[in-house]
């Protein structure tokens, strides 16, 4: 029997219905109690379930129900969903490290089991037999007996009275219903009708719209400003300084954006002035001639190298990028009488909901925050600096709620970045040609948007190894390795973005390798198979790399032995076209590789890629599989970010960047798409992992080693010009 300490609470409450929830349990001043909620069933019947995740296109809307609704017994079609807002009962919201399903899907079983094991007990009680002679359906409890029959909703009030289950039992894969089969989005049809709302889609009575206009320079402030000519624009309504800048608030958005244009701003000098990344870039390849902090070393390490018999080196250069998400950013406040109230598409709630009370001077609980669908997320919205924008300028107009909305340039120029990096490799061939050595140094800068590292952290390993993604925990074994890392402090803003810091290191690596295979005469798949064969008494068969964090070198084999199989490695491509491969683990819970097809257009077209992608085919272990599906799409949506990846880059000069727009910014547009086929191999018995990242690392330099067989030399920076292929 249950307390009410317990992880999981059903509880009775106002008008019949039951909640559903995880954590601590208080009492409400009607004596009902009121958990942590994640699922609620109303007195029609009606199962309403929290999502808890910000949706950006990942499906979790989809998935997240459809945990809950499968060890429940409900029809999906039957099940509303509501957002989930921060708060004493939903104290940590975040979206972000492809963690949703991973790290909600047992507490959400549990939540749905335990509904349904009460339920049932509900039944049994009133019908004076065991809760084993009954089963659930559809949203009833069924005696199969005695053809007796109740709904969930007839239920509740005798539901809520029954004990609490220590441990509800959960569904085993084989009595699955929803999960593991594909289902389309419960909100696919508002989003295509154009009916669903994101950030920028926000309307309240009253609305003012703002821009803000941002330093030309990074770094650099505001002096002074002259609003006189804004001032007379019509529908321009007030003109604040802000924290970024200067703020135009008008009646509408085109109103302040012409008001902005006539704003005069004297900025103060900035120290970041002459940064030009041309510079940094070679400061970067500078600091890989000796190694940084060392992160991981097996065996000898990079002292083993000089004893190989032959030494290979190469040196790979990765650019900043920004997110551009189709939506640019956005937010919308309204302060009034001590209280705050935002509209965001944040993937940081609780963070947007603190920052404001922060900068109001009010208590967290006077901030209520409402995250709306979001228009492309990247990690760009897991900062809070957009929403701030619209605090502040809510700060100074109380009582009308105001929309600031950075256009399509100013969050190109003013966003989060992904780090510019460099990678320096030398492997260590013995007599045989065996790769018995490796040395990985990567040098970059840190996330500084939001975090100030001390110079204690910046020294300590255990800090240091949570930025070298996808070289700390790469699956291969080599009897010596030592991995490393080195900061070049740059002043761009860099923050998360997709996958974080697997893409350039993953690129650096999987390209590495082929240099490698192709030196040592050994076919690239035939190598890694190598490098992961666990029947070797020397190999083992997995190893850790955190706390909770286990690479299996066998999940990793496998997907690279079904991919071979499905994407016919064994045979030649057609004639002028070239395969590529690479793969990678990802948080150690998931496991991909691709192969491509491509080929050199005779004269590619302006704005296109130089290549061709004809095919693009995946094989995945992602665990237990929730909606087949949105795996899919994530795939898909992987090889097109990282294609685009392929074709653009931030550059700076005199502290600014210079591109503003897709018009020089590329992304992969619909004809450059490839096919693209997906392979699901990891099997049911394992947890879910998440998919939004790891769908991005392997697929540039799978691109680029084919690309390199093309061509006869290898691709080792990006992104990939028509010079680099002539």
């Given at each position: 029997?249950?307390?009410?300490?317990?992880?999981?609470?059903?509880?009775?409450?106002?008008?019949?219905?039951?909640?559903?929830?995880?954590?601590?349990?208080?009492?409400?001043?009607?004596?009902?109690?009121?958990?942590?909620?994640?699922?609620?069933?109303?007195?029609?019947?009606?199962?309403?379930?929290?999502?808890?995740?910000?949706?950006?296109?990942?499906?979790?809307?989809?998935?997240?129900?459809?945990?809950v609704a499968e060890e429940l017994d409900v029809e999906l079609a039957s099940v509303r969903i509501e957002q989930a807002q921060p708060g004493p009962d939903f104290k940590s919201l975040g979206t972000g490290g492809s963690r949703s399903v991973m790290r909600s899907f047992a507490p959400l079983r549990q939540a749905g089991a335990a509904a349904r094991a009460m339920l049932v007990g509900a039944a049994a009680a009133r019908w004076g037999v065991a809760s084993a002679e009954c089963r659930s359906e559809s949203g009833a409890v069924l005696h199969p007996a005695s053809g007796r029959r109740l709904a969930y909703r007839e239920l509740l009030a005798d539901a809520a009275r029954q004990p609490v289950p220590e441990s509800p039992r959960l569904k085993g894969p084989g009595e699955f219903k929803l999960i593991g089969r594909p289902q389309p989005r419960v909100d696919g049809p508002e989003i295509v009708a154009g009916r669903a709302r994101y950030g920028s889609d926000v309307r309240l009575p009253g609305l003012r719209h703002a821009v803000v206009a941002r330093p030309p320079v990074l770094g650099a402030r505001v002096s002074s400003f002259?609003?006189?000519?804004?001032?007379?624009?019509?529908?321009?309504?007030?003109?604040?300084?802000?924290?970024?800048?200067?703020?135009?608030?008008?009646?509408?958005?085109?109103?302040?954006?012409?008001?902005?244009?006539?704003l005069h701003v004297t900025w103060k000098d900035s120290p970041h002035g002459s940064f030009d990344s041309a510079a940094y870039t070679a400061a970067l390849e500078r600091a890989t001639a000796s190694p940084g902090l060392t992160v991981r070393k097996d065996g000898a390490g990079r002292e083993a190298l000089a004893g190989a018999a032959r030494r290979i080196e190469a040196l790979y250069m990765y650019p900043f990028a920004a997110h551009a998400a189709v939506e640019p950013v956005n937010s919308t406040a309204l302060v009034r009488d001590g209280r705050c109230e935002v509209w965001s598409p944040t993937q940081a709630p609780n963070t947007l909901q603190e920052m404001a009370a922060s900068v109001l001077g009010i208590q967290a609980g006077a901030v209520t925050v409402n995250v709306t669908l979001l228009g492309g997320g990247f990690g760009r919205r897991l900062g809070v600096d957009f929403d701030r924008d619209a605090v502040e300028v809510a700060r100074a107009m109380p009582g009308t709620p105001v929309q600031v909305l950075r256009t399509r340039e100013d969050d190109m120029v003013h966003g989060y970045f992904q780090a510019a990096s460099a990678h320096r490799l030398i492997a260590g061939l013995d007599g045989s040609d065996r790769l018995v050595a490796l040395e990985h140094r990567k040098v970059s800068t840190p996330h500084n948007a939001r975090n100030v590292f001390s110079d204690e952290q910046k020294r300590d390993p255990s800090v240091v190894r949570g930025w070298t993604w996808g070289i700390y925990d790469q699956p291969y074994?080599?009897?010596?390795?030592?991995?490393?890392?080195?900061?070049?402090?740059?002043?761009?803003?860099?923050?998360?973005?997709?996958?974080?810091?697997?893409?350039?290191?993953?690129?650096?690596?999987?390209?590495?390798?082929?240099?490698?295979?192709?030196?040592?005469?050994?076919?690239?798949?035939?190598?890694?198979?190598?490098?992961?064969?666990?029947?070797?008494?020397?190999?083992?068969?997995?190893?850790?790399?955190?706390?909770?964090?286990?690479?299996?070198?066998?999940?990793?084999?496998?997907?690279?032995?079904?991919?071979?199989?499905?994407?016919?490695?064994?045979?030649?491509?057609?004639?002028?076209?070239?395969?590529?491969?690479?793969?990678?683990?990802?948080?150690?819970?998931?496991?991909?590789?691709?192969?491509?097809?491509?080929?050199?257009?005779?004269?590619?077209?302006?704005?296109?890629?130089?290549?061709?992608?004809?095919?693009?085919?995946?094989?995945?272990?992602?665990?237990?599989?929730?909606?087949?599906?949105?795996?899919?799409?994530?795939?898909?949506?992987?090889?097109?970010?990282?294609l685009s990846n392929m074709k653009n880059e931030i550059t700076f000069k005199d502290g600014r960047a210079q591109q503003e727009s897709y018009a020089d910014f590329p992304v992969l547009t619909i004809e450059e798409a490839p096919n693209v086929e997906t392979h699901l191999v990891g099997a049911r018995e394992n947890d879910p992992s998440g998919i939004g990242e790891t769908v991005v690392c392997p697929l540039a330099p799978a691109v680029a080693n084919a690309l390199s067989r093309l061509i006869g030399r290898r691709i080792r920076r990006l992104p990939v010009r028509a010079d680099d292929l002539a």
């Open positions: 029997m249950g307390t009410r300490r317990e992880f999981i609470k059903l509880v009775a409450v106002g008008g019949g219905g039951l909640v559903l929830g995880a954590g601590r349990v208080r009492a409400s001043e009607a004596g009902d109690f009121r958990p942590n909620v994640w699922l609620r069933i109303e007195p029609d019947g009606a199962v309403v379930i929290k999502v808890g995740k910000s949706e950006m296109g990942q499906g979790v809307r989809t998935a997240l129900p459809m945990i002259d609003a006189t000519a804004t001032k007379r624009v019509g529908g321009v309504r007030e003109v604040v300084e802000i924290s970024s800048g200067v703020a135009v608030v008008a009646d509408s958005t085109w109103a302040a954006l012409r008001g902005r244009d006539a074994y080599v009897p010596a390795f030592e991995a490393s890392y080195a900061i070049v402090e740059a002043p761009v803003p860099i923050g998360p973005w997709r996958s974080v810091f697997s893409p350039s290191s993953v690129f650096a690596r999987e390209c590495f390798l082929d240099e490698v295979a192709q030196a040592s005469g050994k076919d690239p798949l035939a190598l890694r198979l190598a490098l992961l064969d666990t029947s070797d008494p020397g190999v083992p068969a997995s190893f850790k790399t955190s706390d909770d964090e286990r690479v299996d070198r066998r999940r990793m084999r496998r997907v690279f032995e079904v991919l071979a199989e499905r994407a016919g490695l064994g045979r030649a491509a057609p004639a002028g076209r070239a395969l590529g491969l690479a793969g990678n683990t990802f948080h150690s819970s998931a496991y991909i590789a691709y192969v491509v097809e491509v080929s050199r257009p005779a004269r590619p077209a302006p704005g296109r890629l130089p290549f061709v992608v004809h095919r693009v085919v995946c094989a995945i272990d992602c665990g237990l599989v929730i909606n087949p599906d949105m795996v899919a799409q994530q795939v898909e949506s992987g090889v097109i970010w990282s």
